[in-house]
């Protein structure tokens, strides 16, 4: 039996768990095809942004990423520019102290929020993104370390994507005592998750794409993606809160034109 070495660490435990469930859709759809096979599932963190660049170096077939994320810039690889997530990743909530929720319940303008500062872990790829947009930027520590952080005034706020807000707010922040999830605002940007292959395996990338294409058609990513994210914009109110826009520099021409489809 084939083997994939699929690498899905360096993220919430939402996000390994639908894309995992994505990715073995994609292979067993095109099972009869091109064989079975055995994912081999890698959940290593890397802090270190040189060590996550060498992932097929170090044996790793597969990942999802950004499309654009510039620590994969200068390295050798196969993309497939097809969104995974329906832009899920680029709507941003933000965590604040509950000392400041009226100061945001104030925020009506872009102006505002860009005066306060965001706190980013190191290595993020969405960190060069807010300084693009002229949003003030305090990168350091992990995901770990960024509620002790933000409780103690290091910066005023944390943005994260609706798809794992949730469960990384219960996580790291109940447990701290004193954040919330803020109720009126939310950033977007284009920020498409999308398959890098190592380029020693085309007919991998091919293989993947044809079956991410044939789970589309048939309605399987959809069922998928509610399963796992259906009930997202009710819950969060997606739809009533005030939406500030961002621009991403770092999108390649084949996706310049993308826009995320969560509220359509």
């Known amino acids: 039996m084939q083997q994939v070495n699929f690498w899905n660490g360096n993220k919430s435990p939402a996000r390994q768990n639908y894309e995992l469930a994505l990715l073995e859709a994609c292979l067993n759809v095109t099972n009869q095809e091109y064989g079975a096979v055995d994912v081999r599932v890698d959940n290593t963190d890397y802090p270190?942004?040189?060590?996550e660049a060498n992932i097929f170096a170090n044996g790793a077939d597969i990942l999802v990423t950004v499309a654009g994320n510039v620590k994969f810039e200068d390295k050798q690889k196969l993309v497939i520019p097809e969104p995974l997530t329906k832009g899920l990743l680029g709507y941003r909530l933000l965590l604040v102290t509950d000392g400041s929720l009226a100061k945001f319940a104030q925020i009506n303008k872009p102006q505002q929020l860009q005066s306060l500062s965001i706190g980013i872990p190191e290595t993020w790829a969405d960190a060069d993104l807010f300084r693009h947009n002229q949003y003030k930027v305090n990168e350091q520590g992990s995901l770990d370390d960024l509620f002790l952080l933000l409780k103690n005034a290091t910066f005023d706020y944390v943005a994260l994507g609706v798809n794992e807000i949730e469960e990384i707010f219960n996580h790291n922040a109940v447990p701290i005592g004193g954040i919330s999830i803020e109720p009126s605002l939310m950033l977007y940007y284009p920020f498409p998750l999308v398959f890098y292959v190592t380029p020693n395996k085309p007919s991998l990338a091919l293989r993947v794409?044809?079956?991410?294409n044939e789970i589309k058609a048939s309605g399987e990513f959809?069922?998928?993606?509610?399963?796992?994210?259906?009930?997202?914009?009710?819950?969060?109110n997606l739809r009533d809160r005030k939406i500030f826009t961002l621009t991403n520099p770092a999108l390649p021409n084949e996706m310049r034109h993308f826009s995320g489809s969560l509220l359509d």
């Open 48 to 51: 270190s942004a040189d060590d």
């Open 209 to 212: 794409k044809k079956g991410l």
């Open 222 to 236: 959809d069922t998928l993606f509610e399963h796992h994210h259906g009930d997202v914009v009710q819950r969060f």
